[in-house]
């Protein structure tokens, strides 16, 4: 809404502190308070308190939230919700002809299914070439990449059950822009 925590503190009542620290979960606001924050973004109050329902996890094909992280051709389009307690996170990559990932490692694990074109995974220093159809499910703690090494562009599912606090919504809303303005742009 492009409010600043002091601008939403005036509106609501609240100091902008107690706004950040209950925006970092480090406070819990009374259902008052929490209803006169809701008023103030003009949203029900439970927005903040529903619990998801099983519609809310369905993405359909045309309206699954695309981004693009800086630095990086690939295009992401997430396929799994994100709602309190989830534990899975899914995307779909769509990876250009040429495209070659870092190494990384870290806790979870993974696991890819090809949809189209070819992936060149390397875990642990071994390298598997997958084909549409393949997948491959491996712990992240091996170091690993993947590249594109055919000569049109590969598509793949991704889950995986990352143990390091990030989420999607922390790229999405400004990743999610950028990549829907360039395909409107086309």
């Not at 925006?23 to 439970?46: K, S, Y």
């Not at 992936?119 to 690993?144: C, I, K, N, T, W």
């Not at 059950?161 to 919504?169: F, I, R, Y």
Request: net charge negative; charged share 15%; glycine share 12%.
């Amino acid at each position: 809404m492009g409010l600043t925590l002091q601008e939403l503190g005036g509106i609501c009542g609240v100091s902008a502190g107690y706004l950040s620290q209950v925006e970092r979960d480090n406070a819990v606001p009374t259902l008052g308070t929490l209803a006169e924050i809701a008023a103030a973004l003009d949203v029900p109050i439970d927005h903040f308190i529903a619990t998801p329902r099983q519609a809310d996890s369905v993405t359909r094909a045309g309206q699954r939230p695309g981004f693009s992280l800086a630095g990086t051709s690939i295009v992401y389009e997430q396929i799994g919700a994100e709602f309190p307690g989830h534990e899975l996170t899914s995307f779909i990559l769509n990876m250009p002809p040429g495209y070659r990932s870092e190494t990384v490692q870290h806790s979870g694990e993974e696991l890819i299914f090809v949809l189209e074109g070819e992936v060149l995974q390397v875990v642990g220093g071994q390298e598997f070439l997958l084909r549409a159809g393949d997948s491959m499910h491996y712990l992240g703690q091996h170091p690993h990449s993947w590249s594109n090494p055919g000569p049109g562009p590969a598509r793949l599912l991704w889950t995986g059950k990352m143990l390091h606090g990030a989420t999607v919504s922390d790229y999405m809303l400004r990743g999610a822009v950028a990549v829907r303005e360039s395909a409107d742009e086309r």
